[in-house]
């Protein structure tokens, strides 16, 4: 199975301030398709997931553009440009290249 | 809207059985891939089992196979689980999320707490 890591696993962030977040896999997620099925969600205190960012930089619809996704391989980083206090909670990278699909471990976002 | 309703969540005893479903609405139910997901209680996601539109294709996490089934009736836009000889370790909540292709998980349900416990 591949291997999801993610630092740091607790940030503590200034309103307004950027934040990021890596994600590392224990293996190339690239698809023999082309494509990279990494994907970004956020869990906000006692919510379901929701997709972020999926296929390493493309946000879902709604998500509000301060996210971003980037990287390749097996190395990805989800950025928050400004930190708001609606983006607290815990933040889950996620591998669908191979099943079984793999979690990292989350990150927690809150407020200093 | 898409929206997803999970229910049959419970308190079970450990060996015992029990069967998720996820009713389905706001979208084409049989032209997508579907998941279960779960999270023990103050733990981290952890993939369960998804299953093709057709129903022709099933994976699962190893932790499961052999003791859970997934399975749909897109007739009836639903999703179940059938959970059986469930161990204390199956504890958590399960939700059932639209899953593109099985690679995207992009909208989900609240959620159903299966607690197994003597």
């Known amino acids: 199975d591949i291997v999801m890591t993610q630092t740091p696993l607790s940030s503590p962030v200034t309103l307004g301030q950027p934040a990021s977040i890596s994600c590392r896999s224990s293996?190339?997620?690239?698809?023999?398709?082309?494509?990279?099925?990494l994907s970004w969600l956020q869990q906000r205190p006692g919510q379901p997931p929701r997709l972020l960012i999926y296929k390493i930089s493309n946000r879902f619809s709604g998500v509000p553009d301060r996210f971003s996704g980037s990287g390749a391989g097996t190395d990805f980083t989800l950025k928050i440009s400004r930190v708001e206090a609606e983006d607290v909670g815990v933040y889950y990278c996620m591998q669908a290249t191979q099943f079984p699909v793999t979690f990292g471990p989350g990150t927690k976002v809150d407020i200093k | 809207e898409v929206q997803l309703v999970e229910s049959g969540g419970g308190l079970v005893q450990p060996g015992g059985s029990l069967r998720l479903s996820c009713a389905a609405s706001?979208?084409?139910?049989?032209?997508?891939?579907m998941s279960w997901v779960r999270q023990a209680p103050g733990k981290g996601l952890e993939w369960v089992a998804n299953i093709k539109q057709d129903g022709s294709e099933k994976y699962y996490v190893d932790s499961v196979k052999g003791r859970f089934t997934i399975s749909r009736d897109n007739a009836k836009n639903s999703l179940y689980l059938q959970m059986n000889s469930l161990r204390a370790e199956d504890t958590a909540v399960y939700y059932c999320?639209?899953?593109?292709?099985?690679?995207?998980?992009?909208?989900w349900g609240q959620g159903t707490l299966v607690t197994v416990s003597s």
């Open positions: 293996q190339s997620l690239v698809h023999s398709d082309g494509n990279t099925y």
């Open positions: 999320a639209r899953d593109p292709g099985g690679r995207k998980p992009d909208y």
């Open positions: 706001g979208f084409t139910f049989s032209s997508y891939w």
